[in-house]
């Protein structure tokens, strides 16, 4: 594993496109199976217009991705101030490569199975790992 803290924050930037090009492949698999032609698509449309058109497992994809564009900016900001502070330690990796592979984790299961007990408790984790990380950035930043 890298040494430095921003490795994480890569892995999961590249991850954030991975799930985009899956939701983008999933939905223009199924517009055709749904007789959806995006050249008679009013203006304006957006991903949220889809729900209750497409099936539930094809917006999941969309759904994961949007919420990779949520919480995870925090965990970039976390990452940079512990980096550029002073907090890159053994303890700020390891909570940082953990909320990754939970991001992970956590998108594969939204995207495939979607049970909320079982993603929830996922997620609890990982915001965890990132509540950790966050009041360390303050303390890296205060001392």
Known sequence: MSGSLLAPGAILALWTLVM????????????SKV?????????????????GVLPPETNWKSHNYTHLCEQ??????V??????????TDLTR???????VLRIVHSLWQ???????????????????LLVLAVLAVI???G
């Open 35 to 51: 007789g959806i032609d995006l050249k008679a698509a009013p203006p304006g449309g957006r991903g949220v217009d889809l729900e």
């Open 140 to 142: 890296a930043t205060l």
């Open 94 to 100: 390891g909570l940082a490569w953990a909320y990754v």
């Open 72 to 77: 995870p900016t925090i965990f970039y900001a």
């Open 79 to 88: 990452i940079v101030f512990l980096q550029l502070s002073g907090g890159n």
């Open 20 to 31: 985009l090009s899956w939701a983008g492949v999933t939905r223009f698999q199924a517009f």
């Open 111 to 129: 995207s495939t199975v979607n049970r909320i007990p079982v993603r929830f408790a996922i997620f609890f984790l990982a915001t965890l790992c």
